[in-house]
């Protein structure tokens, strides 16, 4: 079965560069979240879309957006990276507004130098 | 404030003896409770929903509305149960999960 697909798996930056993570949704979800995950930290939300609209918003810094497109994918832009962006984030899909089950990615390890 | 506590970083224990993780949590309404996996180096999977009062690979999680609790017991550990394992809480409307900080279990022969 299709699962969430995040790409890319790795990814390493600069200070001050910017990045572009994507979310591929399982088929038929209609509903994408974003989490990040710190070292031995737990999974902090970020934002959430819902029929390519907003739906919540949690601790995202300014420096980042994201959007859902047509297709239901998701990217997450993050710019001015500073070190403490370094993490895993991973998305997750749902469907029905996200009152099913939700599934997670695998993640992306962003390293920034 | 909505809040998930898992008091354990770290929890040891040998093959076929008892584990119990906790997980305490601070919500005003009435959440849904979750119990998530991620073995080594894959994504996270659900592991148990309270609503589904089930028990999946010898586990099940009890909700005590009283104590705010949603523990995670097995009556007998095996090695392949080493993981980490993260009890989450949503809104009973759906929408985002509140993660706890998780817990590593390690199952030693």
């Known amino acids: 079965a299709a699962g969430v697909i995040q790409s890319p798996r790795h990814l390493i930056k600069e200070k001050r560069e910017t990045a572009t993570l994507k979310c591929y949704p399982i088929p038929r979800h209609d509903t994408v979240y974003w989490y990040q995950q710190g070292p031995g930290q737990d999974p902090q939300f970020l934002i959430s879309?819902?029929?390519?609209?907003?739906?919540d918003k949690g601790s995202i810094p300014d420096r980042f957006s994201a959007q859902q497109f047509s297709d239901y994918h998701s990217e997450l832009n993050m710019s001015s990276l500073e070190l403490g962006d370094s993490a895993l984030y991973f998305c997750a899909s749902s469907h029905q507004g996200g009152r099913t089950e939700a599934f997670f990615g695998q993640g992306t390890r962003l390293t920034v130098v | 404030a909505q809040r998930v506590t898992q008091p354990e970083k770290l929890l040891s224990v040998f093959k076929g003896a008892p584990v119990e993780l906790k997980c305490n949590y601070s919500y005003s309404g009435s959440p849904e409770l979750f119990w998530y996996v991620q073995y080594s180096r894959q994504r996270l999977q659900l592991l148990l929903r309270h609503i589904s009062r089930e028990s999946i690979k010898g586990f099940t999680a009890d909700l005590n509305k009283g104590e705010t609790s949603f523990h995670l017991k097995k009556p007998f550990a095996q090695e392949e149960d080493s993981a980490m394992y993260y009890c989450a809480l949503r809104g009973n409307q759906g929408g985002k999960l509140i993660f706890g900080q998780g817990t590593e279990l390690s199952v030693k022969p």
């Open positions: 879309f819902y029929e390519k609209m907003q739906s």
